[in-house]
């Protein structure tokens, strides 16, 4: 449940800030609609009608009031542990359906009043340039993934499923707890085996590799890594996003590859963005400190510290202070 409100907190945000996509907006519709989330739906309406209250939103106060009010008697109304209300039923389309109606309807108008009726609206043309302008934007979705091994053969993930999963030469591959664990026995094996993670839209994984970093991959995203690191560096490949919280190992520099980039670090926690559609490659650093560099052009490189985001393309790296907050949100 806790994963669950953590989601609807974020769709929710979205859909009030206006940043929303079609697929977030169906996500939040198919969430509201799921049993066990009334409690928290009522949370967020009940805040919505105290930023009413402090003057946040220039509408009529008291409409607001009364509608959301009349909204929440039904909500209280159609649920049977609430026996102090008494308030007739409504329809047999069911609360949370109401719930969603008024949330698409409230959210998207930008009102902070919730009305009931929402088929005769029309879709809102700043919507709409947002979902085009944020083309990779993918709802939140469970821990699912694909793991194909060395040998080709493809394993399914989700989180219940538990336990070894195979022996990559001299290295166990385990599923735990929604994350993927790399764990060496003995010495590692002087041919380098590779393993690659895969995500589709709507899924994110966790693995741990064999050094101890770790890394959450972001959906429909890849990462192609050794399972055990030897030589003098750590160096995994990526499309798509990707966080990584990197195991300190001076001797031993991680790189992060995506084409003509590199990312090379010695222990710190990043971000990376680096979809294949993009025209550029975000790189967004949280903690410690990491360079950036392209081959396509001769020493072009920038260091980046705490805050700082790198856009990269082929010929230029460009350093900005994005929103960390905006940034990380799909992990968190």
Excluded: C
Aim: proline share 4%; aromatic share 6%.
């Amino acid at each position: 449940m806790a994963n669950a409100n953590s989601k609807l907190n974020y769709l929710f945000n979205r859909y009030k800030d206006g940043s929303a996509t079609g697929a977030e907006k169906k996500a939040l519709l198919d969430l509201v609609l799921q049993p066990g989330i009334e409690h928290s739906v009522m949370d967020l309406i009940g805040k919505e009608i105290e930023g009413v209250d402090a003057g946040v939103y220039s509408i009529n106060v008291e409409q607001s009031r009364e509608r959301a009010d009349e909204l929440l008697r039904k909500i209280l109304a159609a649920n049977p542990d609430d026996a102090e209300v008494e308030q007739p039923h409504p329809p047999k389309i069911g609360w949370r359906r109401w719930v969603a109606a008024a949330i698409i309807t409230g959210l998207i108008a930008g009102a902070a009043w919730f009305t009931w009726n929402t088929s005769n609206e029309q879709p809102d043309k700043n919507i709409i340039a947002q979902e085009q302008r944020f083309q990779n934007d993918v709802e939140p979705g469970g821990f699912k993934a694909r793991l194909t091994l060395a040998d080709g053969t493809t394993i399914v993930l989700d989180s219940a499923a538990a336990g070894e999963l195979a022996r990559q030469g001299n290295t166990l591959v385990l599923n735990k707890d929604g994350q993927l664990i790399y764990d060496v026995q003995g010495e590692s094996e002087k041919e380098i085996i590779y393993n690659t993670l895969h995500t589709a839209k709507g899924e994110m994984y966790t693995t741990v590799l064999a050094d101890g970093s770790k890394i959450w991959l972001n959906a429909a995203s890849s990462i192609k890594f050794p399972v055990a690191f030897s030589g003098k560096e750590r160096k995994v490949e990526i499309t798509g996003e990707a966080y990584f919280e990197i195991a300190h190992n001076p001797s031993k520099p991680f790189k992060v590859i995506k084409g003509d980039v590199e990312v090379a670090v010695l222990g710190t926690h990043f971000n990376v963005n680096a979809y294949d559609d993009e025209s550029e490659i975000k790189v967004t650093l949280l903690e410690g400190s990491v360079k950036v560099s392209t081959t396509k052009q001769l020493n072009n490189s920038a260091t980046l510290i705490p805050g700082q985001q790198a856009h990269i393309n082929q010929s230029t790296i460009q350093l900005i202070n994005p929103d960390l907050e905006h940034v990380m949100a799909w992990k968190n």
